[in-house]
């Protein structure tokens, strides 16, 4: 009889339902009891998925041609929250640029640490907590080093600095790429120009595991996945958020919290079950030719997204040149996803060349943002004119002109700006919605912004006209209810993410059992 129960229970557990770790791939019969879609392989990992009573909705995994990413657990809607992740290591990016190792701001050498003699802000941030980790092992370095060639080794320092104290950053520093066998030679040189710099770094207690190939190993980690943070000299490592892909028509945006070092994914439109998460590594509004070649240079791969694939960009023609050679003509790049391509008429194959495509934008981007300040809207339309001879008036330099009339229009006192220039403002908004949209959709914050400004040119308009005695009372009294709903789409865009958080039991943990609970529904 009890031979009988063994084999029963026996039986029960190789039917046990079994799945992969979320995070690591690993086989475990562990299920999140709370989503019921989410299998873990330790508690370490768990508190990767659920926090605050909130299950992140997705999980790590690996695609031919693009390594570890993530994917939607289940179908996500717009705003809904998706990662909260916190930083691994903030330091100064990799360049010789003086800055306080602190806070990252531009230092002018006036004041330095008591300490290592590093230039610094003031007493605070000689104090703080992130200068604290290095300053001892600074102050041993040779008065012969140049200070300058220190700051793209702080970083670096910082990292395996937190490395030997906490095992569980090693490990998650061990997940992510660091692309360093496409730079082998680059760091052979490195290495050896700054041979006396991790030579006094290695003499560190602390770092005494480590060897020089490990400075190069993070260095190339940092490189490959931190994002500016703060002060536009510093960088940030997140350990999840780096496993995040990267699209020019991007799904999901982030939010970073520089106080407490902490950054939030949102989704930025509805994202099926098994969906790749992504975003987007750099300006969206930039052409195919620039994108791709800074995301070549800095990040080591060649973007192959639909978008890059499209000589149109997806009918936005952002990219796009007027054809010299024929009246309503223009260029199209003949393949966007040749670097050296070229840009080709269709009506009677006239071709430029990417250097003399790369050589017009330059110039045309330096005048740009050279004269914006100050300039009045008729000397901005004028230039919106100069550009369109030689650019689509969809370029992407053309549509941030166009942005920068709107800029315009919106610091004029109402009492200037007429019935032609609210109808101005109105063309140009929509324009924006229309042609931006189609490259970056959903809820981004540009749109939040130009939804602003469409919503108080319509009932600005309405005012206008209805004082003008060219529309009715109701249709004034429709035309401020419907500018009022506008702003209303505006707020989405820059709202509180939204978040379905459940009691560990599964049971859905409304508004007011959360505040009883002392939290807030906002992060």
């Known amino acids: 009889m009890s031979f009988k129960k063994a084999k029963s229970k026996s039986k029960s557990r190789s039917r046990e339902r079994k799945g992969q770790c979320f995070l690591c791939g690993r086989e475990t019969s562990i299920m999140c009891t709370s989503c019921n879609q989410i299998y873990y392989c330790s508690q370490e990992h768990y508190i990767y998925h659920r926090q605050q009573n909130y299950c992140f909705p997705y999980k790590v995994v690996w695609k ?124 052979q040189t490195v290495l050896k120009e700054n041979k006396d710099i991790l030579t ?59 106080q407490s070092k902490k950054i939030s994914v949102t989704a930025q439109a509805d994202i099926k079950e098994g969906e790749e998460i992504e975003i987007n590594y750099i300006a969206f509004i930039q052409g195919t030719f620039l994108r791709r070649k800074k995301l070549h240079a800095i990040w080591k791969f060649p973007c192959l997204c639909d978008r890059c694939k499209d000589p149109t960009e997806l009918g936005t023609n952002l990219s796009t040149l007027r054809c010299p050679k024929c009246e309503n003509g223009y ?49 901005q339309e004028k230039d919106l004119e100069m550009f369109q001879e030689y650019l689509h008036p969809q370029h992407h330099l053309c549509m941030l002109l166009k942005r920068n009339i709107i800029q315009t229009y919106s610091r004029l006192d109402l009492k200037q700006v007429d019935r032609n220039g609210f109808l101005r403002i109105r063309e140009l908004c929509q324009e ?38 060219l529309i009715e009372r109701p249709e004034f009294l429709v035309r401020v209810k419907n500018s009022m709903k506008i702003v209303e789409e505006a707020s989405k865009c820059k709202s509180a993410v939204t978040i379905r958080r459940k009691f560990d039991n599964g049971e859905p943990l409304t508004e007011e059992q959360y505040e009883n609970c002392g939290g807030s529904q906002q992060v």
Request: with cysteine; net charge neutral.
């Open 432 to 469: 924006s919605l229309d042609i931006l949209g189609k490259v970056d959709p959903g809820y981004p914050i540009w749109r939040a912004d130009t939804l602003k400004d469409l919503a108080a040119c319509e009932m600005n308009l309405a005012r206008v006209e209805f004082e003008g005695g």
């Open 331 to 379: 260029l199209l790049q003949e393949d966007p996803l040749q670097d050296n391509g070229n840009w080709i008429c269709k009506v009677h194959n006239f071709k430029i060349s990417s250097d003399a495509y790369l050589e017009m934008t330059s110039a045309i981007k330096d005048y740009l943002y050279s004269s914006k300040a100050g300039k009045s809207i008729q000397d």
């Open 64 to 187: 031919p041609g693009k390594g570890k990413c993530l994917v939607a657990a289940r179908d996500i809607e717009a705003m809904e929250l998706i990662l909260f992740d916190q930083a691994l290591v903030v330091g100064p990016r990799n360049i010789t640029d003086q800055v306080c190792l602190e806070c990252g701001k531009e230092v002018d050498g006036k004041y330095c640490c008591g300490i290592c003699k590093f230039p610094m802000c003031g007493e605070l941030c000689q104090v703080g907590k992130l200068h604290q980790m290095e300053c001892g092992i600074l102050a041993r370095l040779s008065s012969n080093i140049e200070k300058t060639k220190v700051y793209p080794w702080i970083a670096p320092l910082r990292l395996l600095l937190r490395m030997a104290a906490n095992t569980r950053v090693y490990r998650q520093v061990q997940f992510l790429m660091d692309h360093n066998t496409t730079t082998v030679d680059e760091d």
């Open 200 to 258: 006094s770094f290695l003499k560190c207690d602390q770092l005494k595991q480590f060897t020089e190939d490990d400075f190069l190993w993070v260095k190339g980690v940092l490189r490959t996945n931190c994002i500016m943070f703060g002060e536009k000299r510093m960088r940030a490592l997140f350990p999840h958020f780096s496993l995040i892909n990267h699209n020019c028509r991007a799904n999901s945006k982030h939010t970073c919290y520089i």
